[in-house]
C-alpha cells in the first residue's frame, strides 16, 4: 500500500469556492472565467497572449497547425518525452524524428537533432524535460540556422525561470499543461503562449471547431475549449504556483544534500543557466550497478511510490510497428532512461517521509548494487 504519494495536488477552499461561484453564476462554459485565466497566465509568464485548452494535447496540436506543419513534414521530437510530444505530429500525418537525448539534462541533443535534419524538416519540438529549462539561446540559434519553427513543450516547466526570466516567451509558442501532477492543475487542461497576435488570433479560431465570429467556419478546427470550470480552479492555483516551486525546492534542495556524496545516485544535473527548475519532478540517475526495477520493487513495498520516467518514444510498440527502431538506434537515450528513477517530491511533503525516501533508496541501491535483476 502506498503511504508517500509520487505527487500530491495542492487543492482547497480556494479552488472548491472559485468553482461554486462560477456555477452559481450559471455560465460554465468557456467565457470570462477562461479570459481571466488567460490573462493573468500570460502576465506570470511574461508573455502577450495565452490561449487556453481542454488539454496539454489539445493545446501542443493546435500550436504544431498553428506553426504551419503538414502532410508530409518532419518534426524533430526528443526520444525521452510523454507520448503527446510525437503523437500530435502523427495527427497531422508528418513524420516524428526522434532524437537522442542529452545524457546530462535528459533534454533533446541538438547536435543529434542536426545529424536527422533533411529537406522535409518543418519543425522542432523540445521539451522543458521534469522542468529543467532548455538552453533557448542554442535552441533559438539552431532553428534559426536551419530554418525550423519551435513548439517549446513546457508542459512541465511552470514556475521555472531561465537566465532570470519565466519560461513562457522564449519562442514563439510555449505550451503549459494542467494535469493534476503539474504545479498548476484545472483536472485536465492546456495553455500556450506566445508574443505574436496573428498566432494568438489563429489558435482562437483553431480551438473552437474554426470559427471566425458566431458560426462562421473559416478553416477546419477542434473543440478544444476549456470550460470555465476549469478556469476558475486555474485562477485560483495561479495564486499558489510560487509557493508550490518554492516548497518543491526545499524538497529538491534537501535531496540534492543527502545524494550529494552518494556512489550510487545522482541528484538532477543544472546547468548554470537555469535560474529555477520547476522540480515538476525529481529524478535520480542510478549506478549502471544497480538493478532500477528491483529497486522500485523495495520501494513499492516500504509504501513508496516512483516513477521510471518516461519510456523512450523509440521503445513504445506503437511507434515500433510503425518506424521498426530498436534500442541500438538509440543508444544513448536508452542508457539513461534504464538509470532514472522519480522519487517523491510535492508541496508538503512532511520531513520525516523525505527521510524515509532517501534513507530507504539508499539502502536499497547499497544492498542491491551488483546483484541481477530476476
Known sequence: MIRIPLAQPTLGEEEARAVYETV???????????????ERFASFVGARHAVAANNGTAALHMALIAAGVEEGDEVLVPDITF?????VVMYERARPVVVECDP????????????????????IIPVDMNGLSLDYKKVRSFAEAHGLAV???????????????????????????????KNLTTGEGGMVTTDD???????????????????NHVELGY??????????????????????????????????AAFADHSLIRAPFLPPYVTQHSWYMYAVALDDSVPRDRVV?????????????????????FY???????????PISTHAWSQLLDIPIWPGLPEDQQTEVIETLKAATERLAGSEAP
Not at 507520448?83 to 503523437?87: F, Q
Not at 546530462?104 to 519543425?123: F, G, M, P, Q, V
Not at 497576435?197 to 458566431?214: F, P, Y
Not at 476558475?232 to 529538491?252: N, P
Open 197 to 215: 497576435d496573428a498566432l494568438a488570433e489563429r489558435l482562437r479560431v483553431l480551438r473552437n471547431q474554426g470559427q471566425e465570429g458566431r458560426y
Open 151 to 181: 513548439i517549446a513543450d513546457s508542459a512541465e516547466s511552470l514556475g521555472a525561470r531561465y537566465e532570470g526570466t519565466p519560461i513562457g516567451a522564449q519562442e514563439a509558442q510555449h505550451i503549459f499543461s494542467f494535469f493534476p501532477n
Open 24 to 38: 452559481r453564476g450559471g455560465w460554465v462554459s468557456m467565457g470570462k472565467r477562461v479570459r481571466e485565466f488567460e
Open 104 to 123: 546530462d539534462t535528459y533534454n533533446i541533443s541538438l547536435d543529434d537533432a542536426a545529424r536527422r535534419i533533411t529537406e522535409r524538416t518543418k519543425a
Open 320 to 330: 515500433i510497428e510503425r518506424f521498426g527502431y530498436t534500442d541500438d538506434d538509440y
Open 297 to 317: 520493487e523495495e520501494l513499492a513495498d516500504a509504501g513508496i511510490d516512483t516513477r521510471l520516467s518516461f519510456p523512450p518514444i523509440h521503445m513504445q510498440p
Open 83 to 87: 507520448i503527446s510530444t510525437a503523437n
Open 223 to 256: 473543440n478544444y475549449r476549456m470550460s470555465d470550470i476549469q478556469a476558475s480552479i486555474g485562477c485560483a492555483q495561479l495564486d499558489r504556483v510560487e509557493g508550490t516551486v518554492r516548497d518543491k525546492q526545499t524538497v529538491a534542495e534537501r535531496y540534492d
